[in-house]
């Protein structure tokens, strides 16, 4: 089946690292994906990691990917209070790349 | 800006009416995706167009319905409304499928339905 997990709430201390999970049931998934949402706002891309690497590096994210455990995450090192919003895991399933399957969002609050 | 448009941005609406979302994809996107956003079920694929034809269905059900015109604009009709359908709706775009292609999501449509 098709089902994204993610834990909802996580709260950070500003200048730490944040950590977010996600697992995934398709193992024939081949792209996994991290938006984000502020508030009021559209769904925004942050980065996405082919099924065939195990991390991604981009500025303060990076993006570790085990395939085995079907576990992805997404680290944002120094964190900001900007970088308060919802965070979404999401994937491809190989067999159906016509659409993404989202998981429910992390909120991430960031503490002073 | 994502460059994806979308109109209403905020909608409140009786029971039982229809109502009509529009989204206009970024300039040079063939396909538009659905989706609603609601507290308990998250975000979830109701429908895809790909140059004008439905490529792909997911949880949409029977009172909505969308199209995607020539210009390449869509649109979501949302018909007999019940208060279940409050929700954010989403419309995204991209160059192709959505495997391999970066999808750019509007700012959403609130609809409030009272």
């Known amino acids: 089946g098709e089902d994204v997990e993610q834990s909802l709430f996580l709260s950070v201390r500003e200048g730490d690292s944040s950590v977010i999970n996600c697992t995934y049931t398709d193992s024939s998934s081949t792209y996994l994906y991290w938006y984000k949402q502020e508030p009021g706002a559209g769904l925004q891309l942050l980065t996405y990691i082919f099924s065939n690497m195990d991390m991604k590096q981009d500025q303060r994210l990076t993006v570790l990917l085990n395939k085995k455990d079907k576990h992805l995450s997404l680290r944002i090192a120094d964190t900001q209070t900007g970088d308060s919003a919802i965070y979404f895991c999401?994937?491809?399933?190989?067999?159906?790349?016509?659409?993404?399957?989202f998981g429910k969002g992390t909120r991430l609050h960031i503490l002073p | 800006d994502s460059g994806v448009t979308q109109t209403p941005k905020h909608l409140i609406t009786a029971t039982g009416q229809r109502v009509t979302l529009r989204c206009s994809p970024r300039?040079?996107?063939?396909?538009v995706y659905w989706y609603q956003q609601s507290l308990d079920q998250g975000l979830q694929f109701l429908i895809q167009?790909?140059?004008?034809?439905?490529?792909a269905k997911g949880n949409i059900l029977e009172r909505f319905s969308a199209q995607q015109f020539p210009d390449l604009h869509s649109e979501l009709n949302l018909s007999s409304l019940e208060l279940g359908d409050s929700a954010l709706y989403f419309c995204?775009?991209?160059?192709?499928?959505?495997?391999?292609?970066?999808?750019?999501f509007g700012e959403g449509s609130w609809l409030t339905v009272v």
């Open positions: 999401a994937e491809i399933p190989m067999n159906r790349d016509d659409k993404i399957i």
């Open positions: 995204a775009s991209s160059v192709g499928g959505a495997a391999g292609n970066t999808i750019y």
């Open positions: 167009y790909y140059n004008g034809e439905e490529r």
């Open positions: 300039s040079g996107d063939l396909s």
